[in-house]
């Protein structure tokens, strides 16, 4: 998974709690990611980062904030879960170009 | 507004025959068009990719056709195995835009032995 981290792997939670995936990389890349994967949506983009502490939106980022205060992580944060974020989370790398995936996080809100 | 149209949605193709997913996009600007396979459990793993100065590169038993007037490009899985049965997105870039990828909704393809 090119040096890529995710965790927790899997998680539990319950509606309105706060929720932090973490994702780490070993490759020194400028570029991360946050997709969520649905059945029927493929991969949609959350949030992604192109520098410590320079973050933006991608199409799905309501409900969803990010941080990175270091070049090698990226966290997500669901501020208040809801059962419609009930999903399996990536993240991705990318020095310029191609994007690696890491191995994924399920996430269950109840 | 879906930006990467992929069909099929799922495909079954017998050992050793030819499997073929489209996808075709509307922004002109996309200048890099990878695949990505997934398999059950694990994250997407780059399967080939195809930049639009090219009409086709070929890696293996994996083949990507690019028909840039068109706005079309394929994935072509010549003599499928069974190991090959997974989950496969088309995915374009639209360059200098901090690398973000546009992905299709992905086709499930199953290889029967």
């Known amino acids: 998974d090119a040096g890529i981290t995710q965790s927790p792997r899997h998680k539990v939670t319950e509606t309105g709690t706060p929720v932090t995936l973490r994702c780490h990389q070993t490759e020194n890349h400028r570029y991360m990611y946050w997709y969520r994967q649905d059945p029927g949506h493929g991969l949609r983009l959350i949030h992604y980062?192109?520098?410590?502490?320079?973050?933006d939106k991608g199409e799905v980022s309501d409900g969803y904030s990010v941080s990175r205060s270091k070049t090698e992580d990226f966290l997500l944060t669901l501020e208040s879960a809801t059962s419609s974020q009930t999903s399996v989370y990536f993240c991705?790398?990318?020095?310029?170009?191609?994007?690696?995936f890491g191995p994924g996080t399920r996430l269950l809100v109840l | 507004q879906q930006q990467v149209k992929q069909s099929p949605q799922s495909l079954i193709v017998q050992k050793g025959g030819i499997s073929i997913i489209n996808c075709a996009y509307e922004?002109?600007?996309?200048?890099?068009f990878p695949w990505y396979q997934q398999f059950p459990g694990k994250g997407p793993a780059l399967l080939i990719a195809?930049?639009?100065?090219?009409s086709e590169k070929k890696e293996g038993r994996f083949t990507i056709s690019f028909n840039k007037s068109a706005k079309q490009f394929s994935l072509h899985i010549m003599d499928s195995q069974p190991g090959d049965s997974a989950t496969y997105f088309c995915a374009a870039n639209g360059g200098g835009s901090n690398y973000k990828l546009t992905f299709g909704k992905g086709t499930l393809l199953t290889v029967n032995p």
């Open positions: 980062s192109y520098g410590v502490k320079d973050t």
């Open positions: 922004n002109t600007a996309f200048d890099y």
């Open positions: 195809i930049r639009p100065d090219v």
């Open positions: 991705a790398i990318s020095g310029g170009g191609t994007q690696y």
